[in-house]
């Protein structure tokens, strides 16, 4: 019974410590914004994301 619970204990201290590099948290890369919008409106634009407005509250 003790292996037993050493062997639990084991995979799932395994399981917890590699889900950053395996799970779906590890594979999420951004992709950069690419507008089609020229001068200002990009720059109006990237203003409204950072700040969490819609993107046509220009």
Do not use: Q
């Not at 204990?9 to 948290?25: D, N």
Request: include cysteine.
């Amino acid at each position: 019974m003790n292996l037993f619970i050493i062997c639990f204990i084991s995979a799932a201290l395994l399981y917890v410590l590699t889900l950053p590099f395996v799970g779906k948290r590890a594979r999420k890369k951004e992709e950069p914004v690419k507008p089609n919008y020229s001068g200002w409106e990009a720059s109006a634009i990237a203003y409204n994301r950072t700040h969490g407005l819609p993107d046509d509250a220009i």
